[in-house]
C-alpha cells in the first residue's frame, strides 16, 4: 500500500528541483500564513522551511467565503529567483504570481494577471524566454496565454489548447518541454472518486495536442485500492528518472466512503514508453508516529510553521504571555464565523489524540476541529459559580447540537480522541472515524460524546481543506497552557 508523502491537508501539490534540493508546496484556501513550502533531498522525507503567503495583503481572504481562497499552486524556478503561481479564487486577488530567491521566504507582494479568468495556473517558459501561463476555465477545454510576468499583462488573447480525454472537468494543467515534444498533464473527472491524470503533447506549447492513447495514465476510479481520488498531479526529474506528486485520500472503514484527513500528497514514478508516460504508485511506509507536545508558556511554542490561522495572522488574537498563549475572542464571531480566533494544524494520522489545557476564568473557549464554517467541532469551556462549565457542540450543515458538563473549578483539560472505524464487518463499519470528546479538571473527567466522524470528513465537508485542529476562543481571554498531538499511521 502507498501512504502519502505529505499526510493531512495538503492537496494539489507543485514541485520543483534546484540542484539537489526538492521544494513542494500545496494549497491552503482560506488559511493565513498560506501555501505552505516544503524541502527534501530525497523526495521522500519533507520538513516545512516556511509559507509563501505570510502577508494578508498577499492574497486577500477577508471576504472569500468556503470554499474560495488559495486554489492549486504552481512553483517554479528560473534563472536564480522561484516563481509560485496561483489563484486566489472567490473574490481574492485572482491570479498572482509570486517570488523569491529563497523558498522560505520572504516572498513578493505578487503581481496580478487579469487575462487568467480561470485556476489552477502552471507557468512555463517556451524557447525564447516568454512566460506562458496556462490554466483551467471550466466546463472550457484548458486555456493558454503569453504574459509579461513582470507587469502581468497579457500579450495575446488567451486561446483554448485541450479540451481533455472525454472526462468531466479538465483542470490542474502543467507543461513541460521534454525533448522534441511539449506535455500537458491535466487532471479530469473532478476531485472525487472519478479523479484521474490525462496526459496530452505536441510539437509546440500552443498545441495542437494529441492525447495519450492509455488515458487516464493515473486513477483509482473504479477499483478498491486503499488511495482514492488520484489526480492532479506535478513531474519533476530526478536523478533515477521522472517523479510524479499527485493528491489522493485514505477513505476508512469497510465502505471505503469517508476521509477524515481530505486530501493529501502522494508519490509517483514515471516510465516513458514510446514516448508517453506510464504512472504507478510509489511503495511508501506509513508515516512515522508523532508525539509533539507544545509549551505555550514558551515563545518558541508558536514559531512552529505548522500553526495556521483563518482569514488574518494569528498575531491579531493571540499573543505569548508568562502563563501561556492568550487568545483572545473580542471582536470576532465565534468558531461559525468567517474570522474565529482559532489556532490550528492539521490532524495528519488517521489515529491521533489532541489534548489542550486551558484556563478559562476570563473568557470562554477550548478545543476545535475545524473543516469549515458550518462543519466543525468544539469542546467549549468556561468559568461559572458552580465550577467549569464544558459544552460539546457538533456542527453539520446548519445543524448544531450540544452536550454540556460541570467540572471542579481550576484548570480544564479537554480531549479529542480520534480512531479509525474497523476495516471488517463489525459494527460502525461503514460509517466514518470514532471522535471522542473528554473533558477533565481535578480528578474529575467526563466523556461528553463520540461522534461518527462521517460528517467531517472530505466526503461530506465539501471545503477542499482537510481537518485543522487546535485552541480557540469566543468571548473575553482564554489562556492556553500546552497542547499535545498524538498521532500513528
Not at 473532478?190 to 487516464?216: I, K, M, Y
Request: glycine share 12%; hydrophobic share 40%; charged share 20%.
Amino acid at each position: 500500500m502507498s501512504h502519502p508523502l505529505l499526510p493531512g491537508f495538503n492537496p494539489d501539490p507543485s514541485v520543483v528541483r534546484v540542484g539537489d534540493d526538492y521544494f513542494l508546496v500545496t494549497s491552503s484556501f482560506e488559511y493565513l500564513p498560506g501555501l505552505p513550502v516544503h524541502h527534501s533531498t530525497d523526495l521522500r522525507n519533507w520538513r516545512q522551511i516556511g509559507h509563501v503567503a505570510t502577508r494578508p495583503e498577499q492574497v486577500r481572504l477577508d471576504r472569500v467565503p468556503t470554499p474560495g481562497g488559495v486554489w492549486a499552486p504552481t512553483l517554479r524556478y528560473r534563472d536564480g529567483v522561484f516563481h509560485l503561481i496561483v489563484t486566489v479564487f472567490l473574490g481574492g486577488r485572482g491570479c498572482v504570481v509570486f517570488t523569491a530567491t529563497d523558498p522560505a521566504g520572504p516572498w513578493s507582494d505578487g503581481v496580478t494577471i487579469p487575462a487568467v479568468d480561470g485556476i489552477d495556473p502552471d507557468l512555463a517558459w517556451d524557447e525564447d524566454g516568454t512566460a506562458i501561463v496556462t490554466f483551467a476555465r471550466h466546463p472550457d477545454p484548458i486555456q493558454q496565454v503569453r504574459v509579461d510576468l513582470s507587469t502581468g499583462e497579457a500579450l495575446e488573447t488567451p486561446r483554448a489548447i485541450w479540451p481533455g480525454s472525454g472526462l468531466y472537468s479538465p483542470e490542474g494543467p502543467h507543461l513541460y518541454h521534454r525533448g522534441e515534444w511539449w506535455y500537458l498533464v491535466v487532471a479530469e473527472g473532478g476531485t472525487d472518486r472519478g479523479h484521474a491524470v490525462t496526459v496530452a503533447r505536441a510539437r509546440r506549447p500552443e498545441g495542437p495536442f494529441e492525447g495519450c492513447p492509455a488515458n487516464p495514465v493515473l486513477t483509482a476510479a473504479g477499483t478498491g485500492s486503499a488511495v482514492q481520488n488520484l489526480g492532479h498531479a506535478d513531474l519533476v526529474e530526478t536523478d533515477q528518472g521522472t517523479a510524479l506528486v499527485c493528491l489522493g485520500v485514505r477513505p476508512v472503514g469497510l465502505a471505503q466512503s469517508f476521509s477524515p484527513l481530505g486530501r493529501e500528497t502522494f508519490l509517483g514514478t514515471v516510465d516513458w514508453v514510446d514516448g508517453w508516460p506510464q504512472v504507478r504508485l510509489a511503495d511508501l511506509p506509513p508515516s512515522s508516529p508523532e508525539e509533539v507536545d507544545y509549551d505555550f508558556t514558551t515563545p518558541s511554542a508558536l514559531r512552529d510553521p505548522e500553526w495556521i490561522a483563518v482569514r488574518r495572522p494569528a498575531a491579531e488574537f493571540a499573543r505569548t504571555v508568562p502563563g501561556g498563549l492568550l487568545i483572545s475572542g473580542a471582536g470576532s464571531t465565534g468558531l461559525d464565523g468567517p474570522r474565529p480566533a482559532f489556532l490550528g494544524r492539521r490532524q495528519r494520522h488517521l489515529a491521533a489524540t489532541v489534548s489542550a489545557a486551558f484556563d478559562v476564568g476570563a473568557g470562554t473557549g477550548g478545543l476545535a476541529l475545524r473543516n469549515a464554517e458550518d462543519n466543525a467541532v468544539a469542546l467549549e469551556a468556561r468559568a461559572s459559580a458552580a465550577g467549569v462549565e464544558v459544552t460539546a457542540r457538533a456542527v453539520v450543515a446548519g445543524f448544531d447540537r450540544s452536550w454540556h458538563a460541570t467540572l471542579p473549578a481550576g484548570e480544564v483539560e479537554l480531549t479529542f480522541a480520534m480512531t479509525p472505524p474497523p476495516a471488517d464487518f463489525s459494527a460502525g463499519a461503514v460509517g466514518g472515524d470514532r471522535i471522542r470528546l473528554t473533558a477533565r479538571s481535578a480528578d474529575t473527567e467526563v466523556a461528553l460524546a463520540e461522534l461518527d466522524g462521517r460528517h467531517w470528513c472530505f466526503e461530506t465537508a465539501k471545503a477542499f481543506t482537510g481537518r485543522v485542529i487546535g485552541p480557540f476562543a469566543s468571548e473575553g481571554d482564554v489562556i492556553v497552557r500546552r497542547l499535545l498531538y498524538t498521532g500513528r499511521a
